[in-house]
């Protein structure tokens, strides 16, 4: 989903995080896979617009030096830098471009 910044009339996308609703049972179509060759716990979103990594698991020499708006599902504004980084999942393997969020749920 992309939605318009009222602060500066781009389009951003946003990414949508059900996995930490307060009231939902957690039965996300999660899966064991590696970014960076780091293990890692995949959910896959199939409305989610973007790649989101946590921060932690990114080399600094994978950033590209951009930053990206994302539209979180609260409403907030987030500034995330973007990176190439490979991944190997059941649903996708191979280098993607990613956001970087600290805590990305």
Known sequence: ???ICQHCGKHHPVIADAWHLQDTPRKMPIAEGTA???PVT???DTGCSKVVVR???V???KLTGQEELCILIDET???TPVAKVFVDT???TG???AVCMLNPY
Do not use: F, Q
């Open 42 to 44: 995949v959910l896959r």
């Open 77 to 79: 504004i987030r500034c």
């Open 59 to 61: 080399p600094d020499n």
């Open 55 to 57: 921060r932690s698991l």
């Open 36 to 38: 960076e060759g780091k």
């Open 1 to 3: 989903m992309i939605a």
């Open 90 to 92: 059941p649903y996708y």
């Open 95 to 97: 280098l993607t471009t």
